[in-house]
């Protein structure tokens, strides 16, 4: 069965860019639905909207310049990737 939370399937839609795409996520997706976990080997950051990975982010770059939800907000990666992501474990919180 379909996750209908994102309508783009296995490439992201250009967004104007060379190398840059968008992935547009469904209608009722918000950023709680959103978590990024690494993958086995340490190199990418698998992001994930509720069950299924919507994009891959890499050390060594990657296609997703940013993530668009149903009610037009334009996130790009790395601010998505500051909201979602845990602090490190090492962080010093105050």
């Known amino acids: 069965m379909r996750n209908q939370a994102v309508e783009s399937e296995a490439e992201p839609e250009q967004s104007g860019t060379a190398c840059g795409g968008v992935v547009r996520l469904g209608p009722g997706v918000t950023l709680s639905d959103m978590r990024v976990a690494p993958s086995v080997d340490g190199q990418c950051l698998l992001v994930y909207c509720r069950d299924r990975i919507v994009a891959l982010l890499c050390a060594m770059g990657s296609d ?23 602090p490190p474990a090492d962080a010093d919180i105050a």
């Open 64 to 86: 997703v310049e940013a993530f668009e939800f149903a009610n037009s907000e334009r996130i790009g990666a790395t601010d998505l990737l500051d909201r979602i992501a845990p």
